[in-house]
């Protein structure tokens, strides 16, 4: 058994040992229900942490997390986590969060073949085929990068506003709103991009579902 594998082991005893210590009844009282106010939607990216990022604890965020934080409308394991939060647990807040430096959407922006995720990539390099003008006109690399991954989010949480999932809930008086922000690895500090959606009249008519 390898070092590292052991000192992971031995971490969640101390975690739990350090958890009872605060309160003894945590880990019951926490089995009992979860009723988290959040949905995150995430980059897998390791540094990218959603409950210490707000400062949450267990139970507080239902989290999906994929490469570059995509939201696709075919992608059964995304919608299924969406269904259940927005349907089961009630979510009141969709926040898509990317990040700044992100993998997935570097390789976006170039040309490199990287294996299966290829086809995953593709996904992204049609947002920046949409916003290829204003991305293009950004001379900085560093600028331009940074751009595009504000981009990427914004599509994202477009495209949670056009899933039925979310349409259906607005259609029956759910308080349910939609946010994208951008996280900043080397500061720890998230940027809200303004993109703040609680109904479809935001997106164009031919994605507005009739129920």
């Known amino acids: 058994m390898s070092d590292f594998y052991k000192k992971i082991l031995e971490n969640n005893k101390k975690w739990v040992e350090n958890s009872l210590a605060l309160d003894p009844n ?14 995150w939607i995430g980059c897998s990216d390791s540094r990218v942490p959603a409950n210490e990022i707000v400062g949450a604890k267990p139970g507080d965020v239902f989290v999906h997390r994929n490469i570059a934080n995509m939201v696709i409308h075919s992608d059964m394991n ?20 990317g990040h700044y430096g992100c993998g997935g959407v570097l390789a976006a922006m170039n040309n490199q073949s990287i294996g299966i995720i290829d086809n995953w990539i593709r996904h992204i390099k049609d947002i920046y085929r949409l916003h ?15 751009a595009f991954v ?20 607005w259609k029956n008086g ?4 939609l946010h994208g922000w951008a996280y900043g690895l080397n500061s720890g500090f998230v940027t809200d991009l ?3 959606i609680s109904s479809d009249v935001d997106l164009d008519e031919v994605y507005q579902l009739k129920f």
């Open 78 to 97: 995304m919608l299924s986590v969406l269904d259940y939060a927005v349907n089961v647990l009630k979510v009141k807040h969709v926040i898509v969060c």
């Open 26 to 39: 945590y880990f019951e009282d926490l089995a009992k229900q979860q009723t988290p106010p959040l949905l």
């Open 174 to 177: 759910q308080d349910l709103t």
């Open 132 to 146: 290829q003008a204003h991305l293009d006109s950004i001379e900085d690399v560093t600028d331009r990068f940074n």
């Open 194 to 196: 303004d993109v703040n």
């Open 150 to 169: 504000e981009v990427n989010v914004k599509e994202q949480v477009f495209d949670l506003a056009k899933t039925s999932i979310v349409q259906s809930a």
